[in-house]
Every structure is written in C-alpha cells, then in structure tokens.
C-alpha cells in the first residue's frame, strides 16, 4: 500500500434515525481511519420513518464539524457502491451477540460477492449496546423521552416529523 494512501471506510446503514450508538462508532472509527464514509442505504423494503434526505441532512449536521466525516447515500449493492467510492473496507457495529449471525452473513456475502471487500466490526460501547432505530421511535412515538438515545437535533426533527404525520 502507498504510504500516503488514505485509509478510508463506509459505514453503511439505514440510519433511521442515527443513534447515540451509530455516533460512538462513527467517532471511534474517525480516530482509527483517515475518513469515514456514513452511507444512508436506500431501501425501499424497509419502511422509515425518515426520508433519505432527511437523514443525510440530520447525519451531517451532527458531524458538521468533523472533517473526517463524510455523508452520503447508496442504492442498490453496497459492494458495488463500495468499489464506486474506491473503498474496500466496510465497517459495522456489533451490539450483542444476537448481531453475530446477521453481521456474519452480511459480511460473507460482501466478500463472496467481490473478495476484494473486508468487512471489520467495533464492538458497540455497552452503554449503547440495548438501543435500536426501531426502539427510539417507538419511546418518541408514545411521548416519551429519547434524549438520552438520540442528539437533540433528531429528537427535534423526529418530533417534527411524527406531529406532521
Ligand atoms: N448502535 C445502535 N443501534 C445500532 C447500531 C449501533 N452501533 N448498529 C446497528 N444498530 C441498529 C439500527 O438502529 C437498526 O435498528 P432497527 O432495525 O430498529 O432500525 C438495526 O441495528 C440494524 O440497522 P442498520 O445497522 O442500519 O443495518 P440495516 O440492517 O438496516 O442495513 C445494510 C444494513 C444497509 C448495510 C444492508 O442492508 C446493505 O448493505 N444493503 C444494500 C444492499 C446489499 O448490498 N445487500 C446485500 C448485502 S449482503
């Protein structure tokens, strides 16, 4: 490898919404790799709560001052996508050991798919290690407080989004 290369990353997702979780990673990983690359995955199999563009713009907003940080979005194969960016290292969050399984076969398919791709994971930090997208829009869906599982400005947006609907 070319010494000045830049060791860059994709952290794929969906992101609906970016948690206190997704953000520890992100800032970890931007202490180990030059640039991190937040990809919001297209997926119109799962339904969300936010639009794509609204979760770059909630995702950029909170990285705002991070240089190493960048935002994006993707549609169809990550690996494809992957090799779009010139990226070969795709990094996920392990949470419990109820991930392994999914991770693993995410993982495996990737590399089969194009064996250039490696996959590495960072252990999520305990304190984040029960929360979920699913679970922070169900505590603000039913009025409750998600502050603690979410940065301000999503919880806010979020908010905004629900009343709307
Ligand atoms: N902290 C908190 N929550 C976390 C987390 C962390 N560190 N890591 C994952 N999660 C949660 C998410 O909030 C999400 O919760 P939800 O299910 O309640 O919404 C859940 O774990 C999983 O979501 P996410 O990490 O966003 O992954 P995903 O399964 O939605 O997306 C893709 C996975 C997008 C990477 C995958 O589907 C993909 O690559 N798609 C592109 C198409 C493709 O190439 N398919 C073939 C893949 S082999």
């Known amino acids: 490898m070319c010494e000045d290369m ?17 953000i520890n990673i992100i800032k970890r990983a931007s202490s180990t790799f030059d640039e991190v690359i937040v990809s919001v995955a297209i997926n119109s199999n799962k339904s969300s709560l936010m639009t794509v563009d609204q979760r770059v713009k909630a995702i950029k907003k909170v990285f705002a001052k991070n240089k190493k940080v960048k935002v994006d979005k993707f549609e169809g194969l990550l690996v494809q996508y992957a090799k779009s960016k010139k990226v070969n ?11 392994f399984e999914y991770e693993m076969q995410m993982a ?20 984040f290690s029960h929360i979920s997208s699913s679970l922070i ?25 629900l009343k709307k609907g």
């Open 108 to 127: 495996t398919s990737n590399n089969k798919l194009n064996s250039k791709i490696e996959t590495v994971f960072m252990v999520a930090d305990a304190k």
């Open 6 to 22: 830049k060791r860059s990353v994709i952290y794929p997702g969906s992101f609906d919404p970016l948690t206190n979780g997704h």
């Open 137 to 161: 829009k169900d505590i603000i869906k039913l009025g409750g407080n998600a502050e603690e599982f979410v940065p301000e400005p999503i919880e806010k947006e979020l908010k905004k989004i």
């Open 89 to 99: 290292t795709i990094l996920r969050g392990m949470r419990t050991v109820q991930d």
